[in-house]
């Protein structure tokens, strides 16, 4: 690929972006958009946490059942 191919695809892809940026940002229909991937991303995070946690109590209860299975008798 060229350096003018490689210019002008990197044009219209920001050309693109800008477009689709221009529509969330400034239509009723877009703002409703954002706000919906704004709580999509709020309830992944929590989700996310809470695998978190119960990944680390998992690993605090294997934790102690190695220890129990390995005192010396």
């Known amino acids: 690929m060229s350096n003018n191919s490689k210019l002008l695809l990197g044009f219209i892809v920001g ?12 239509t009723d229909k877009g ?4 706000e919906r991937i704004k709580e999509t991303a709020s309830d992944l995070e929590e989700e996310f946490k809470e695998a978190i946690d119960k990944g680390k109590k998992m690993a605090e209860d294997l934790e102690e059942k190695v220890k129990h299975y390995t005192k010396p008798a």
Do not use: H, R, S, Y
């Not at 050309?15 to 400034?26: D, K, P, Q």
């Not at 703002?31 to 954002?34: D, G, Q, R, T, V």
């Open 31 to 34: 703002k409703e958009i954002l």
């Open 15 to 26: 050309a693109a972006a800008g477009a689709v940026l221009g529509i969330l940002l400034t």
